[in-house]
């Protein structure tokens, strides 16, 4: 597949109908006749590079390229027509989404008995419109309340509203449907490594990595109030949470089952929801605090050197500079394998640009490759797709010319962005 260079704003057309209905709500109920049809014709190869005559651009000509997208939203009264409960299919950035827009708020009951209760996580079927011009930056995030991904989209964007989002998935459609600004999911972490879903869906969707955030991670041991660690027989958190605080609990000598759950926040929400006594999870003191639960043990994780980068998330990206540093994330392929990896990492060396990172992910929809040589018979090879991140903005020529060169060796090349870099100083965890 060849790359494509950017689209102009002209390729972009939006077009959003929708009832009036009173403000969005992150917790939403389906129900008939309001409808929200999204449909968005965005190129799929919106993102990919063509440098002409295999040279860079002027920064002008990559500016000019990377401006944000003009879009039209227009608003009209929908007719109220019985559809027979079809599905309306929205386009978003080129994929077709089959989604039901039957919503409506709940306009919830207060219940001064019962403790405050977080929102819900969003679901994919929890689609509202998009917040009113000048509102508050929505930033979606997967998890509930209490999540570390929580903490993070409040460091990348203090006081937003962070919108909880049930799946990685979920998160990035949040953003393409216009239900949120933003979205802020891990994508390394520097003991559990790389959470390859989200790498996976940084492909499959056309969103824009604008910026990164470093989150040290701080692991507590939460129990509900009273109960003793000698009383625990099971602790609950996410995979890599009980694999960073394994050798802590040994140390602690609890006689435990680890069991592994979708998230460290919904770890102790489970264990307040259930009233377990016998049961503790691993997650972060803010959790412990909005679900009830007490802190048997502080900074669990084995190694205080426990960090987890984030990526933002938008439907443009940004406009590249060259006044602090930036990072760029390209991911490429080629379809005689691996042994054009050389060259293209070559491009880069050669230009004194660091590199701070290369992933290899199989090729979804050619994983496999025939290699017919009549000496030695027919070979069967992995195919892959490489993504890198280096330490160069698009707007510095070095990088547009590296691009171009990296271009001759690929059958496919996309940037996924050019953000500036997190220069937060470093300090270990040392608690939320």
């Not at 443009?316 to 080629?334: C, G, L, M, N, Q």
Request: proline share 7%.
């Amino acid at each position: 597949m060849q790359a494509i260079s950017p689209p102009s704003p002209n390729n972009l057309k939006t077009l959003v109908r929708t009832t009036t209905t009173t403000t969005p709500r992150p917790l939403l109920l389906r129900v008939s006749p309001p409808r929200l049809v999204v449909q968005c014709a965005y190129r799929a190869d919106s993102s990919s590079v063509n440098f002409p005559n295999g040279v860079g651009t002027s920064r002008a000509d990559w500016q000019s390229s990377c401006a944000i997208l003009a879009s039209k939203v227009v608003s009209q009264e929908q007719p109220t027509e019985k559809t027979g409960g079809a599905d309306h299919v929205a386009a978003v950035n080129g994929h077709k989404t089959t989604i039901d827009l039957n919503l409506i708020p709940i306009q919830k009951v207060p219940d001064n008995n019962k403790p405050h209760q977080p929102p819900k996580p969003l679901t994919v079927t929890d689609l509202s419109p998009a917040p009113m011009h000048g509102s508050q930056l929505r930033v979606a995030y997967q998890g509930v309340p209490g999540a570390y991904s929580e903490a993070a989209a409040g460091k990348a964007y203090p006081n937003c509203e962070a919108i909880p989002c049930d799946q990685f998935e979920v998160a990035f459609q949040a953003v393409e449907l216009w239900i949120a600004d933003r979205a802020v999911l891990p994508i390394e972490n520097s003991l559990g490594g790389s959470i390859h879903r989200n790498y996976d869906l940084l492909l499959r969707h056309r969103l824009h990595i604008v910026g990164e955030v470093q989150l040290p991670v701080h692991h507590c041991l939460l129990a509900l109030p009273g109960v003793r660690k000698e009383y625990l027989t099971r602790v609950i958190s996410h995979p890599q949470a009980l694999a960073q605080c394994e050798l802590t609990l040994t140390k602690l000598g609890l006689n435990v089952v680890r069991e592994a759950v979708d998230d460290t926040a919904g770890a102790a929400e489970f264990v307040a929801a259930n009233n377990l006594r016998d049961t503790a999870a691993i997650a972060s003191a803010r959790a412990a605090n909005l679900y009830g639960l007490n802190i048997l043990a502080d900074g669990i994780q084995d190694d205080s050197s426990n960090v987890t980068r984030f990526v933002m998330l938008a439907r443009e990206p940004i406009i590249p500079r060259t006044d602090r540093p930036f990072k760029t994330s390209i991911v490429f392929a080629h379809d005689k394998g691996t042994s054009v990896l050389f060259k293209v990492l070559s491009a880069f060396a050669f230009r004194n640009i660091s590199l701070t990172k290369i992933e290899s992910r199989p090729h979804r929809n050619r994983p496999i490759r025939l290699v017919d040589d009549a000496n030695v018979g027919t070979a069967k090879h992995f195919e892959y797709m490489f993504y890198v991140d280096f330490e160069a903005s698009m707007a510095d020529v070095r990088a547009q010319n590296a691009l171009a060169e990296v271009q001759e060796f690929t059958s496919f090349l996309r940037v996924l962005g050019s953000y500036p870099m997190d220069m937060t100083p470093w300090c270990p965890s040392g608690g939320d």
